[in-house]
């Protein structure tokens, strides 16, 4: 293959918005033009991108259980599939987040061989451009406080939907799936990985996880899966496949060393909302409302009452974040600075006494912040926006009828500068989708600033 084929060299469904985002980014500031959609385009908006050389769709699919994903990932996995690209990646958190009854990737694997028959599923979930390591089958991930085995991770350990109490990923996705599994191990990769795979595949196994420690083992992923590539066309993994991919077409010459990373250029205000709890995020804003944003708490608890208190909590978030940008501060609207902030509690307390299920009440703070999101950029011109939070990023960019997003400039990786396009009054809106655990202190501070080579804080 080579840059300039019809066939896109890989397509991906990602099992949230900002993940969808990260492989894209990948993709492109790698050289290889790239386009993420935030459903099945038609022809026309298709067209519109001919030549991609990556192409993915968003989903939601990581807040849903099994029956929503059998019902709704067919569509997109049949219309990628179509396009005729050597892989086809299902791509996923590089925490894992997954149970069996909420963003499962071993349900994800069962739809997805039924129409991308393969005779077996690599799988990488290790990034460690992104401080996610993999060895001998174990987990672990970054924090400022250091890495940690994701079973005593800090966050992961006790996410409040998806926790992790099992770090060996095979263990894990085994209450998922019925589907045998294998290890591709350290040892194996440093040694002679295709003879592990041979063997594997002998032994039944469908399932192959694979360790990413360094550069060393990931360029011998990226090998492994790219020379396995007709018989083994579907894979599942985070951006780490792409990473891994990307390092293999460099060494061999497929592309060419990556071009200097870009900036879109400071602005003077943006509008940001956030649905994440994370402990990270709670630093983010932090930081922020020391640095000239305009830090405004969105009642979550009012998705659990009626609509009409549900719409004017968001009138009077919208009026406050307008006059803040007429003041010259960026409005940034969060539901909680924090696991620990009181309104998490108070959010928890309502949601028991509305009897709703927890996937309809967080549905609905994303589509809520998204139309707040929405209201302020049209009131106030403001073209630069960030949504921080995996499953409020899918429900929110819905909100503002965005349609497509191409790479525009690095921050964090997952995380950078995107120009959106769409057939309403935000086509070629600049935003960032930010996972909760994810960015520096000055993240938001950072975009504004137009993203970029990281230098130090961006004030």
Not at 216 to 240: C, E, K, P, T
Not at 296 to 319: I, N, S
């Amino acid at each position: 293959m080579s840059p300039g084929d019809a066939a896109p060299w890989i397509t991906w469904l990602g099992d949230d918005f900002t993940g969808s985002a990260a492989v894209m980014e990948v993709l492109a500031f790698a050289g290889l033009p790239s386009v993420l959609f935030t459903d099945i385009p038609d022809a026309a908006l298709a067209a519109r991108f001919a030549g991609a050389q990556g192409i993915g769709i968003a989903s939601t699919a990581r807040s849903h259980g099994p029956d929503w994903m059998r019902a709704h990932l067919t569509a997109p996995l049949e219309w990628l599939h179509s396009l005729g690209a050597p892989l086809l990646h299902y791509k996923i958190c590089s925490t894992f987040d997954s149970a069996p009854d909420v963003g499962s990737i071993g349900c994800a694997m069962d739809v997805a061989l039924k129409l991308r028959p393969s005779a077996a599923v690599p799988m990488l979930t290790a990034a460690p451009e992104m401080r996610r390591y993999q060895a001998f089958g174990h987990l672990f991930a970054g924090t400022t406080e250091g890495v940690f085995r994701l079973d005593r991770h800090p966050v992961m350990a006790h996410h409040p939907v998806t926790p992790m109490t099992e770090a060996d990923l095979l263990r894990h996705l085994a209450a998922q799936t019925r589907l045998p599994g294998a290890l591709i191990d350290l040892e194996a990769l440093s040694a002679d990985p295709q003879a592990r795979l041979e063997a594997a595949l002998t032994s039944g196994a469908r399932v192959l996880s694979i360790d990413s420690v360094d550069a060393g083992s990931v360029a011998a992923a990226g090998r492994l899966i790219w020379q396995n590539r007709d018989r083994m066309g579907l894979v599942f993994g985070s951006q780490g496949v792409e990473y891994a991919l990307v390092r293999h077409w460099q060494e061999t010459g497929l592309i060419p060393p990556p071009p200097p990373a870009p900036s879109a250029g400071r602005v003077p205000l943006i509008a940001a909302v956030s649905g994440s709890v994370s402990p990270v995020t709670a630093r983010q804003l932090a930081w922020a409302g020391a640095n000239g944003f305009n830090l405004l708490a969105f009642d979550a608890a009012a998705v659990c009452g009626d609509a009409a208190g549900l719409a004017r909590e968001e009138d009077r978030l919208v009026r406050t974040a307008t006059a803040a940008a007429a003041g010259g501060q960026s409005p940034l609207v969060h539901s909680a600075a924090g696991h620990d902030d009181p309104a998490v509690t108070r959010f928890r307390a309502a949601l028991s006494d509305s009897g709703l299920a927890a996937e309809t009440a967080n549905q609905r703070i994303g589509e809520a912040l998204g139309r707040i999101l929405d209201a302020v950029l049209r009131a106030t011109g403001i073209r630069r926006a960030v949504i921080s939070g995996g499953d409020t990023s899918g429900h929110g960019m819905r909100q503002l009828g965005l349609q497509a997003l191409v790479a525009l400039a690095p921050t964090i990786p997952g995380a950078g500068l995107c120009a959106a396009h769409g057939t309403g009054p935000h086509d070629g809106l600049e935003i960032a989708l930010k996972g909760g655990q994810m960015g520096s202190d000055d993240y938001f501070g950072w975009i504004r600033a137009g993203g970029g080579p990281h230098e130090g804080p961006h004030n």
